[in-house]
């Protein structure tokens, strides 16, 4: 165990990161070292939808974060810890395993919170804290598709090691949606371009292009089906064990037309405010860096207005690298008409 509670604050780069990932597991050490660089924070920071929510859910709620003390899980360049410190909390401890926590440092001091906030360099699983029990633990954890590359594990360990009864965790309720949407011509360019690779068959790509779930920007017109919400975690209660599951769903029709995929999305709330917030990042919402995530069916559905898509999202941590996903969606289409009857089942993996 990494004891950092008693490394000097002030004195920035204790030690390397690349030391402290000595023994961690290659897909860790990737991991980390990729919230190193500043870009990918500059990124989540310029995600107003984001960021806009989760200073929201703390400016509002002085009266919450008063005297507390405050446990920000995977703290970054420390934002959420500085808007808890001015929320009036009486202490943050901010963690982080990656080296932009000696920037995180440097901002919390040059705004004058330096006194407010202890920022310890490890992991979350690892670090000893300087308060035994925490009030309330806020965290953004989330990845796409929700789960990938997230540590929403980690902030199950905070929460179980560290929140004191009755203690508040902001967010507090995640919920997965699914759709399917008409995409023909992104379909064709993607998948079928391995059909015909300058006149060879190239159909042992398509397997992989196939189970390669696309993280990207779906236009509103493009949802055949209404949405449905398939899964919802409340942080408070759910387990690790939770995070491998298999829920059904059924996709409504709203107009006549082909369903090439299905996508997926999430929303999330901050319930236990006094005016709960949430925020979507569906295709109907504003941009938020984790878009959508598209899984192109093998099939192509002929579907009325009216039918409906039925099937199971199953999601399971990979055994070797529990950070990638083993995702499969069956699905099962009737239709009195059966030349457009189908029903099948795809693998993906998102590594
Ligand atoms: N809270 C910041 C950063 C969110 S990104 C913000 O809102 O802008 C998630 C951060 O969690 C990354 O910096 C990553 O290094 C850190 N992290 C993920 N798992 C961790 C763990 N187990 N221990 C410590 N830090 C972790």
């Not at 299905?262 to 709960?276: G, Q, R, T, Y």
């Not at 690298?321 to 069956?330: A, E, G």
Request: charged share 25%.
């Amino acid at each position: 165990m990494m004891d950092v509670s008693e490394t000097p604050q002030a004195a920035g780069g204790i030690s390397s990161s690349a030391d402290r990932m000595v023994g961690m597991e290659h897909a860790e050490v990737r991991y980390f070292t990729s919230y190193d660089h500043h870009g990918i924070h500059e990124e989540m920071l310029k995600d107003d939808v984001r960021t806009r929510s989760y200073r929201d859910s703390i400016y509002q709620n002085r009266h919450i974060f008063k005297d507390k003390v405050v446990l920000d899980v995977g703290c970054g360049t420390g934002i959420l810890s500085m808007f808890a410190a001015r929320a009036g909390a009486k202490h943050v401890i901010g963690v982080d395993m990656s080296s932009i926590i000696e920037k995180a440092r440097e901002i919390v001091a040059v705004n004058g919170l330096a006194d407010k906030i202890t920022l310890l360099q490890g992991k979350m699983e690892e670090v000893v804290l300087p308060f035994p029990k925490v009030d309330i633990i806020i965290s953004e954890w989330m990845g796409y598709f929700l789960l990938y590359e997230s540590m929403l594990d980690t902030v199950l360990y905070a929460r179980d090691t560290y929140l004191v009864p009755g203690g508040k965790i902001f967010p507090d309720k995640a919920t997965m949606y699914v759709a399917g949407i008409e995409d023909g011509e992104y379909k064709d360019d993607k998948i079928g371009f391995w059909d015909n690779v300058y006149g060879f068959d190239y159909s042992p790509m398509k397997e992989i292009a196939l189970t390669e779930p696309l993280v990207d920007t779906v236009e509103m017109k493009a949802l055949v089906t209404d949405p449905c919400a398939v899964i919802t975690l409340d942080l408070n209660t759910v387990t690790s064990a939770d995070l491998a599951f298999r829920v059904p769903y059924s996709l409504l029709a709203r107009r006549n037309d082909f369903v090439h995929a299905l996508i997926a999305w999430f929303d999330i709330e901050f319930s236990e405010c006094h005016k709960p917030i949430r925020f979507s990042t569906g295709p109907h919402a504003k941009y938020t860096h984790w878009k959508q995530t598209v899984f192109y069916l093998p099939d192509v559905l002929t579907v009325e207005e009216g039918e409906s898509v039925s099937g199971y999202l199953e999601n399971r941590p990979n055994d070797k690298n529990k950070r990638d996903l083993d995702i499969t969606f069956t699905y099962n289409f009737e239709t009195p008409d059966p030349t457009r009857s189908a029903q099948g089942s795809c693998f993906y993996r998102m590594c």
